[in-house]
Every structure is written in structure tokens, then in C-alpha cells.
């Protein structure tokens, strides 16, 4: 398997409610990345996991809470969202966070809608 | 802090013309430069990377050139298809974290 998976394709979620967004990925990499896109723009990191562990948070909103429940499964639990955050996100993976090479291979992103 | 910026942002050409997109870093430790396309609504998919050891790679009708001195790396595809039609973003990995620093993006149109 060589691919990224995320669920759901699409979300809509009201300001007081609690999602979360799944990603997993079977091509035994340790390296796992949260991303958020807005339209027309390049992705933006969010979170990087390494061997299961958090790596780098880049200052993101205590609304948005990852987590990485084994080497294959990484999860963004969201809560008390603003529309502002609509955007896709999108999960990657690679081999290994500090390799010097580290291609990144994506899923198909989860489209949020924040009403 | 670092970047990368990309130019053009968007650029039309004919089918069958060639296309050049063009990437400039600020990370003189930077190695690994890859690049994504993008279609409407897909996720992003690595199309063509280069190494810091190597000049130039080709790969069919898609070419990446690095100039190190001059930081910057240029995406050339020759003889453009309509389905060459998306986005196209260049990356710089940033020496220390390995994060990927992205260029701002190019919008490419392939007119039939």
C-alpha cells in the first residue's frame, strides 16, 4: 500500500462542536504531518510527528489537538473551531522526519466547512 | 526567517509549448528541493525532486535544474499537455528541522 488515506472527505461543523479528522498510512513511515490548506495558497505545517512522538507544533491554536495513537494512524481532534479555519487539511507521511531526502507523500485532504 | 519564492504565479501556454517555473531559497544549507502538482480539488503529488548533489534530473517530458550558488531551482516541462493543467509548488527543506519551506505556487493553463 502507497498511499495516504484520510476520512472524512468533507466536514461541516458547527462552532461548539467536537470532530476529528483521521489519517493512516501503511508504507511503515515515521514521520507523520498535519497540514492546513486555504485556497490558492501552498500548505501550511501545522504538527509533525516522529516515531509517535510531537515534533513541532508551529504555535497552532490549542483548538486543534493532534494525536498519533500508533506508527500507522495519526488523528486531529478539533473543538471550538471559528470559520476562519475552514480550509482542507491535509495528512503526509515520509520515512523519517530528519532524513536529508524526505519525500513527503499526501493524502487527499479533508475539505472543513466551520459554520 | 527562510523562504522560497516562486514565479510565476500564473502562466499560460499553448499545447505543445514549453513551460518554466522558477524557485528561489533563502536556506544555503537547504538539499532536497521537490516539487508538487496540484490539481483542482487533489491532494499534492510529488512530480520530480532534486538533490543538492546533482545538477539537473530529468524525468520524460518534466526537467528540474538547481544552481546552488545562485539558490534557486527551475521546473521545466516540455511539450504541455492540457492535463499538465494545476498547480505547481515548488519546496525547499530546511536544514535543522527538515521541514519543508513551499514557494507560493504556480497556476499553470495548458490552452488546447
Known amino acids: 500500500d502507497t498511499e495516504v488515506t484520510q476520512t472524512p472527505k468533507h466536514l461541516v461543523m458547527g462552532m461548539t462542536n467536537k470532530k476529528s479528522l483521521k489519517c493512516e498510512q501503511h508504507m511503515g513511515h515515521r514521520a507523520m504531518y498535519w497540514y492546513k490548506q486555504k485556497a490558492k495558497k501552498p500548505p501550511e505545517l501545522m504538527f509533525v510527528?516522529?516515531?509517535?512522538?510531537?515534533?513541532i507544533n508551529e504555535s497552532v491554536p490549542s483548538r486543534f489537538s493532534p494525536e498519533c495513537p500508533n506508527s500507522s494512524l495519526l488523528n486531529l481532534h478539533l473543538h471550538a473551531l471559528q470559520p476562519e479555519d475552514s480550509a482542507l487539511y491535509l495528512c503526509a507521511s515520509s520515512q523519517d522526519q530528519v532524513a536529508a531526502y524526505n519525500e513527503q507523500f499526501f493524502g487527499p485532504g479533508t475539505r472543513l466547512t466551520v459554520l | 526567517g527562510e523562504n522560497v519564492e516562486q514565479h510565476p504565479s500564473t502562466l499560460s501556454v499553448q499545447e505543445g509549448d514549453s513551460a518554466v517555473i522558477k524557485c528561489t531559497y533563502s536556506?544555503?544549507?537547504?538539499?532536497?528541493f521537490p516539487w508538487y502538482k496540484q490539481e483542482l480539488g487533489k491532494r499534492p503529488q510529488l512530480i520530480i525532486d532534486i538533490r543538492s548533489n546533482v545538477g539537473e534530473k530529468k524525468d520524460q517530458r518534466i526537467a528540474v535544474t538547481l544552481n546552488k550558488t545562485a539558490k534557486h531551482f527551475s521546473l521545466h516541462i516540455t511539450e504541455t499537455q492540457p492535463e499538465d493543467s494545476a498547480v505547481y509548488f515548488c519546496?525547499?527543506?530546511?536544514?535543522?528541522?527538515?521541514?519543508?519551506?513551499f514557494g507560493t505556487g504556480t497556476r499553470l493553463k495548458v490552452l488546447a
Open positions: 519546496a525547499a527543506i530546511l536544514s535543522g528541522t527538515y521541514k519543508y519551506i
Open positions: 510527528y516522529s516515531y509517535e512522538k510531537l515534533s
Open positions: 536556506d544555503s544549507a537547504s538539499n532536497y
